[in-house]
């Protein structure tokens, strides 16, 4: 664990790009936009061994010494996101091949199959330089392992890693009647005799064999994983005091297990990219917020990457309004982030990113960005008080990877059904109600909670439903919405009645499942008369002891169950049989918790105003975000300084301007 | 031929997904629900040979008595139909390539490239041992040959296909002239000097070769036929008494030319999948029943597969409403199906299917399914004298899979124009004017038909239109839409103005085709001043001797003929130059249908009512179906008993709830 | 250059697809139809020579011959377009990449890679040949190298594409560390070591080097251009008075830069298909026309190919209405066409073209088309003093192929930025306000035009921007819309503020761009009080000097600058910073083209009314070309007679049916 003393700001820091003239220049303009660390070195590779074992590290040299001079701290990266040309030239066999058997070339980033070997023993040869050269210096703080691991290469589908997943699953299943038993492969006639038999789910004539796809997503993020550990073995070996991070790439990835990622790290790093022109992105961003934070158990992190304005990688890239990168980067801070940085610091000539925003534009020093993001330092530096407080949370939502990429599964009731959508879906009216949330693994003990939500969690294994059982049992709030604890954890429908290891907690069996039509909706009628709407799904219920609390409308299932609500042990179990739109999803989830005694951070606050907690060992500071356009003015409930305004001066309201914040100090 | 003794019931077996404890229930709950067969083992290869030449009969001759115990046919399956793992993995040649050259992956089914002598001496192989293991088993009814054929490889493009291809081009040109003028191979410098040089049309900068492409579809269909014949060879010469089939997939499968395969199987077979989420699927079923019917000259069919409620592999999967499964059922039961069999009997836990609905759900005995599918079979077994009667029609619509292929190649005046689409325009009318239909091919013999109807057969030899001449000649009625008649067998446009060779017939001369933008319309005004709405197409007709009976309305052509009747010696023959939507079509066909005699299976039909007759030696049975959402009351023409309720209770009407079907027993 | 002493007319002609009696009647039918040029034999390799090195003239020899006894000129083709079958079964190495490694197949047509040195040395010797045998023949006018050059090849990818890439690397940067700087290599790791390392853009893992793409698009082009001047220069040294051309594919081909083919051709030649569907196709044939002949500095050109009804290419395929083909024909000559030519002479029976219109359609001699091309080569036959007259122009948009590559990289601000449409929005208005235009490369002296127009010149050298000051301080009047002048010729952003290099022109600096959202819109206010709607872009001006014109409305930007206007030298330049909708577009250049004292060719036409002056030595000549379904009156300002009708008759107005056409007569 790493305690920052200050929230840490900067970017990026590409040195390569620009000759030594300029990085003077950088030295000034860091200072004086309030640049306490960057992360430099990231596609340096080619840089320092501009050929194989050939290193030129004398230029980077200069860099450090010129950020240890300049007070600015180096999180420094292991400079393997990029293998040099001369790799993939000398050793083709690294290059990433799709599902269709296309080899990708280089000439863009990320091209290595994670499994390769060869990829990991020049990447081992090059951190052991690193570590030894740069272990000491001054301006190091941490190690900022590879880069953004699976943003473009989620699978690989080469001979090489074919091997690699053999091997894999041997160590998963042990024998080769394990494996026929986990994929039941004697649908299809798909049993194997061998090992050798046994392939990534490469394009095929129809659906591949389900289990096969789900354990490819596990051991592809493996695979990375083990890219990762390949580089933080020597780290730790060589360095061990030295913090560890990686950047993880937000909203959320599919494609890696954070869960199983960061055991193995010191802090965990996010990099958030919120589209300007959707104006719930900042609802999205503080969803992975809460995630990311809880994948450590509430430790600060890190937002590694944003972009000072717009992007280059959407087909259309809107620049953040005046104060939108403000108002974002005190959202981070607000959800537990102890460091805001951005990709990069200057933007870059040349080059695929060079319509990216940078801390310094191609305009240079006189533009709105510079200006922006110079104001914002200033402003960082002066509360960092902040730094190590934690959010705190009475509700849980359950995520889970696993059951992502079953969900995701092809070949299921409906397509519409994603796990980002399903996750915001119950995410969103909480965020509305200024409910504070954690979203945490399905096995994690959560008896602490007061209200546990779990959207569309197919997958299930039975040491999760015992968990609920028990969370239930014991006076918990329990949330549970359709397609949830479907299947084991080889994709294996549970028999007997869906759910079938959630029945008893739910108090009912689902007959068969309705999805909706493209598109379509359905009517529920609450019981106290009030209407909402439902989508996606809809699903034939028959109560066994549960209460309904909502009917279907119309259609084959006019008057079934669509929502209940079951009394188990010392709590209580909600079932959603379709997903209500945001209206009726917001009185519902209101109505819940207010029966779980959760409340919000403040009541009655006005539409588009985020209210978060952080929490000290000696004080709390409550942080208000306002994401509307409009002027708002909340009363405190305990009057309380603006630390970003006049620290002296006690408020009993305060006045936020459109995209405004306020940092309030309150005593514990 | 077959002549079964009663409607026979039941589904896909597949024992080897289940432990044999499940096996013993598995013969108990198919006697409940009134199983009499099942087709087995179709995907049982992994299990029966689990490495090269290693048989293990053992356990599927347990389930083989366990049928035969039980009183349960079985329509045993030859198992070739998805090769195991280890046949990929010794020889990977087998698997099918993609026109762009992605070589398929095993782990989904269908795996194997149809030209593969590999492939096919390894299934012959096992055929050769399950004929003599089984050929005398007393459950054995049938063998079910392979499985749905063509299904996901309709076509492949291997090294291998492309020297099968040559060997079918020889076969079919004999020399390397006659391929270069059957191919117009001088267009484009074509010219082919040796076989060597030819290629199945992969893809290519621009349009392949459009003969080429079409004879690569009649090969492809050869190819799979040619995996059929491989094993119905020696089922034939160990077993010839026992009869032989394969399941054809419906609604109608374009990459199969069905007409070429029925005459060697005793009993043809389709698998039906109209999604219930469509309210016209009932009339797409009913094509697919004409047709299947037609192509082997109305012997009595069985329907192989059909769901009982959802399936699995839209991106949405409906289940059946109460009474849609009976319903449908019953629909192939009236046009002419004398088995009724499910996907599949138990529904797997694990696999691609596991959300494919199965006559016995993950639910259990306890499901709606089951109730309903029990139901069913108690009801058919009351029937058993429907078995072998025949349905008979007025009316043909000509189909040819060589049109429907040379229809649909590119560079043609409009994409729009689709070969069911096409046939469905046509043949829906029909059905809502409750008339029986035989979609047969257009060199059969026509004059036992009132009316023969051609939607849009673009490719025609001259043979073909001369069956048409003769069968007006003789006095037929026939209606011929637009782009009928334009090339001949080898893709080449017949000069002279089209359509040349029915230019007599039809009394016109078209002089350009005019196809309508994207989404466009027409307008059609027919000499009474009634109105009507063409799609699709136009075209610049010049009468010669043909009466105009509607016009365009409105753009270049107004004015101009839409649609023409030619008194052509002592018949007439109608011509459509548009496609009318679908009140256009009926009233026109009507008009049609009346001047040439054809009437009703019952006049003054609510709407949504099929009714069908089966005529047998002794007596005929008119089967009603009611289609709609509302209960109707049908005046019966002849008192008759309804079958399903009481047979002995004589009715002059009968009442048909939603979904209601009722059996009426008349004496001929 | 070539000299015409008439308006040629003919068509393709492909010989090969007929027997020999077929050429007896096209001899009369061409002589009937005013036929006089054909371009023949461009599909005749595999007919002339059947395999390797075995020649087959003879045939050929008889064609000629027909056609000087019948006193038709021949632009006789290399007949390189589609090798023969024999060469790639011989030499698959020459089929053609894609960039994600699918090999092309035969079957199709120019299917050969353009770095092919095996292609080019099969084709140099056929070339050899044919120069050889035909270059005295009385019926040979001129050389058709080649045919429609990257039209569906526009990039091969394959390892010998990549040795000859790199070739071309080397001649274009010298060493290593030119193309590393040339390529910003060091953004991702990208710095080469050796010239080995380096390959074709192919697919990767995400963004490629957009210099590196750049640069294959250059390469691209360069490598079709060796194929071409391969034949060229035999073509040369053997017949060095016959002059050569080749046909570019209209409206516009992305994949050649034509500005760099033509130095290399006597007479410049383009094949144009407006969609008939589209009601505004005739301006964006006018385009392509006013491009074509500017990049040959107004010579007259070759209309090489059109359609004379349907193609059957698009996915649907309007003919063209009764007049329309004349009037587009007659557009061609009016803006400086010598010879109009159709593909082809005579339809095909079988081929992928045969839906394609032709002279003589399939349904022969007794066909509106026939009717229609025989009537226009009577009239055409009657104006040949047309023949050599020039169109002039006051006004230059300027269009570089190599921007045009540079606009269409990936990760931009905005994916809806296309250079074509971008032109259009341009060209359109000017085209309506009847002002005649070229359009010019930016390198070009501008000086002798009064109005310039800069439709999103993103990529700008040094010497361009130059070009431009020179000519707004010299009087001229300068429009330039928004992403102009952003990065230099390898893709790398001017540092500065945008646009640097045209800052003190525009009188401006953008501080960031604002593209808009999917379909999103922007007002505009004027200072007169007119409203517009923007499209696409809006961004931030400061203007630094510039005078504000109009100015956004709503919005983020509301209140800042839209469109500007500094006076500047002797000169004003205006910028655009959206993109006005249709009427926004006119209004604002209508009132530039006053200020900079452009006049319409009539003022005062009819909407949809095109008026052309071609000028001659002694005679000019005005051509009105009526697009409109509306008959129209034209008052003159000089009375003339319409040479079309009588021209001894001199008219003071003329009277334009719809689709009509007038040529008048006027002394210089």
Redesign the interface.
């Known amino acids: 664990m790493v305690a920052f003393d200050r929230i840490h700001y900067g970017a990026d820091y590409?040195p390569?790009?620009w000759s030594s003239e300029v990085w003077d220049e950088d030295m000034k303009l860091m200072t004086e936009s309030g640049v306490t660390m960057v992360t430099a070195g990231i596609?340096?590779?080619?840089?320092v061994e501009?050929?194989p074992g050939d290193y030129d590290f004398g230029w980077f040299d200069t860099v450090m010494d010129k950020l240890a001079a300049s007070g600015i701290a180096v999180c420094l990266a292991t400079?393997t996101?990029?293998?040099?040309?001369?790799m993939?030239?000398l050793h083709p066999e690294i290059l990433?091949v799709r599902a269709?058997?296309?080899?990708?070339?280089?000439?863009?980033?990320?091209?290595f199959c994670p499994s390769s070997e060869v990829y990991r023993r020049y990447a081992g040869r090059l951190v052991e330089q690193i570590a030894a050269r740069y272990g000491d210096h001054p301006a190091l703080a941490m190690w900022h392992v590879g880069n953004e691991y699976g943003?473009?290469?989620r699978a690989c589908y080469c001979d090489n890693s074919a091997a690699d997943f053999r091997n894999w699953l041997q160590n998963r299943y042990g024998d080769i009647d394990a494996l026929n038993d986990a994929?039941?492969?004697?649908?299809?006639?798909?049993?194997?005799?061998?090992w050798?038999?046994?392939?990534?789910?490469?394009?095929?004539?129809?659906?591949?064999?389900?289990?096969?796809q789900l354990d490819y997503h596990r051991f592809s993020s493996d695979a990375s994983l083990g890219c990762f550990l390949t580089e933080q073995r020597i780290l730790r070996r060589v360095t061990p005091d030295v913090p560890i991070t990686t950047n993880f790439v937000g909203l959320v990835q599919k494609a890696l297990d954070w869960h199983k990622w960061t055991p193995h790290e010191d802090v965990v790093s996010l990099d958030s990219y919120p589209d300007p022109?959707d104006p719930r992105g900042h609802v999205e961003a503080a969803f992975g917020y809460d995630l990311v934070r809880s994948t450590k158990d509430g430790q600060p992190w890190m937002l590694l990457e944003q972009a000072p304005?717009?992007v280059?990688?959407r087909?259309?890239?809107?620049?953040k309004?005046?104060g939108a990168m403000r108002l974002g980067s005190w959202q981070a801070v607000a959800q537990g982030a102890d460091a805001v940085l951005f990709f990069q610091w200057r933007?870059?000539?040349?080059?695929?990113?060079?319509?990216h925003?940078a801390m310094v534009?191609?305009?240079?020093r006189?533009?709105?960005?510079f200006r922006e993001v110079s104001a914002l330092g200033q402003e960082l530096a002066a509360v960092s008080q902040l730094a190590g407080t934690r959010v705190r949370a009475d509700v849980a939502l359950l995520h889970d990877w696993e059951s992502w990429w079953g969900l995701e599964l092809?070949?299921?009731?409906?397509?519409?059904l994603r796990q980002l959508e399903a996750h915001l879906a119950h995410y969103a009216p909480l965020f509305d109600a200024s409910i504070t949330c954690d979203v945490v693994h399905p096995a994690r003990e959560l008896s602490a909670y007061k209200l546990v939500v779990v959207p569309n969690l197919y997958l299930m294994d039975t040491e999760v439903a015992a968990n609920l059982r028990r969370y239930v049992e014991g006076g918990g709030h329990l949330v549970v919405s359709f397609f949830s604890g479907i299947v084991d954890s080889?994709?294996?429908?549970?028999?007997?009645?869906?759910p079938a290891p959630l029945r008893d907690i739910l108090g009912l069996?689902i007959?068969?499942?309705?999805?909706?039509?493209?598109d379509g909706s359905i009517g529920l009628k609450f019981a106290d008369g009030t209407d909402a709407t439902g989508t996606i799904w809809s699903e034939?219920v028959e109560p066994e002891g549960a209460e309904v609390i909502a009917e279907f409308t119309g259609g084959?299932l006019a008057g079934k169950a669509a929502v209940t609500r079951h009394a188990f042990g010392a709590g209580a179990a909600w079932y959603l049989a379709s997903r209500p739109d945001a209206d009726g999803m917001r009185t519902l989830l209101d109505r819940v918790a207010a029966e779980a005694g959760v409340v919000p951070v403040l009541p009655g606050l006005p539409e588009g105003v985020q209210a978060v907690v952080r929490d000290g060992k000696e004080n709390t500071y409550l942080i208000l975000l306002n994401h509307s356009g409009e002027e708002v003015t909340v009363p405190l409930p305990v009057p309380a300084p603006d630390l970003l305004t006049d620290p002296g001066l006690v408020l009993d309201r305060v006045s936020l301007a459109p995209r405004g914040v306020a940092v309030l100090g309150r005593t514990s």
Chains 1, 2, 3 share one sequence.
Not at 81 to 86: T, V
Not at 196 to 201: I, K, Q, R, Y
Not at 315 to 319: E, F, G, I, Q, Y
Not at 490 to 498: E, K, M, V
Request: with cysteine; aromatic share 14%; proline share 13%.
């Open positions: 590409n390569e790009h596609f340096s590779w080619a840089g501009p050929r400079m996101a990029s293998p040099p040309p001369w993939t030239h990433p269709d058997g296309t080899r990708l070339s280089s000439g863009a980033r990320q091209q943003c473009h290469i994929w039941t492969t004697t649908f299809w006639s798909q049993q194997y005799d061998d050798v038999e046994v392939f990534p789910p490469r394009v095929a004539p129809t659906f591949p064999n389900p289990a096969q022109y304005s717009a280059n990688w087909n259309r890239n809107s620049p309004a005046p933007q870059t000539s040349g080059g695929a990113e060079k319509f925003s534009p191609h305009g240079g006189e533009t709105r960005t092809d070949s299921h009731p409906s397509d519409d080889c994709d294996r429908a549970y028999l007997g009645g869906y069996r007959d068969e499942f309705w999805p909706l039509p493209e034939w084959e």
